[in-house]
T-cell receptor
Framework: DAKTTQPPSMDCAEGRAANLPCNHS???????VYWYRQIHSQGPQYIIH???NNETNEMASLIITEDRKSSTLILPHATLRDTAVYYCIKFREYGNKLVFGAGTILRVKS | DTEVTQTPKHLVMGMTNKKSLKCEQH?????MYWYKQKAKKPPELMFV???????INESVPSRFSPECPNSSLLNLHLHALQPEDSALYLC???????????????FGNGTRLTVT
């Protein structure tokens, strides 16, 4: 089963919005899109997930295209502490495995 | 701080040693996971326990032996490891599979293992 596709790295200016794209063209109907991030030397941190509708929480917004083949994670006002590897994962907890792809290294610069 | 606690944070062991990694959560989660992460690589799934039963083993060598004594605890017993097994070992938990819910995994900060 193919993993998701993300750009290897991105830069973002501090205070600006960071928009991280993800392609998941092989997503099945019951799989959710999950986003995690991993800051150096820490465990992965859950950010947000969604099925069809756009989602927003205190950390980020998730925009999913109508055909569900791609999504964008938006950090509205990036700070230096948002520098991390961001993973986009398609996952269904029931009978499935959460498998990480290579992720995107986001560097937030002052 | 995370709600999944892993001990020890660091471990150095020889190839003939036997050691155990421990993971604990008190969120009432019924699924627990072990991942292995090498430097500059994404985490790789090793084992999944669901309702205290081993549900997934990703063809992990027998020198790694998982144990789930109860729904809050997960151990990983290590024996006769090789230097290439040196890595960050991550534990995670989730509410547990159901047909109606889809909860995220919560990760600990890992045990950094060095095999000499």
């Amino acid at each position: 089963d193919a993993k998701t596709t993300q750009p290897p790295s991105m830069d973002c200016a501090e205070g600006r919005a960071a928009n991280l794209p993800c392609n998941h063209s092989t997503i099945s109907g019951n799989e959710y899109v999950y986003w995690y991030r991993q800051i150096h030397s820490q465990g992965p941190q859950y950010i947000i997930h969604g099925l069809k509708n756009n989602e927003t929480n205190e950390m980020a917004s998730l925009i999913i295209t109508e055909d569900r083949k791609s999504s964008t994670l938006i950090l509205p006002h990036a700070t230096l502490r948002d520098t991390a590897v961001y993973y986009c994962i398609k996952f269904r907890e029931y009978g499935n495995k959460l498998v990480f792809g290579a992720g995107t290294i986001l560097r937030v610069k002052s | 701080d995370t709600e999944v606690t892993q001990t020890p944070k660091h471990l150095v062991m020889g190839m003939t040693n036997k050691k155990s990694l421990k993971c604990e959560q008190h969120m009432g989660h019924r699924a627990m996971y072990w991942y292995k992460q090498k430097a500059k690589k994404p985490p790789e799934l090793m084992f999944v326990y669901s309702y205290e039963k081993l549900s997934i083993n990703e063809s992990v060598p027998s020198r790694f032996s998982p144990e789930c004594p109860n729904s809050s605890l997960l151990n990983l017993h290590l024996h006769a490891l090789q230097p290439e097994d040196s890595a960050l070992y991550l534990c995670a938990s989730s509410q547990g599979p159901s047909r109606t819910n889809n909860s995220p995994l919560h990760f600990g900060n890992g045990t950094r293992l060095t095999v000499t």
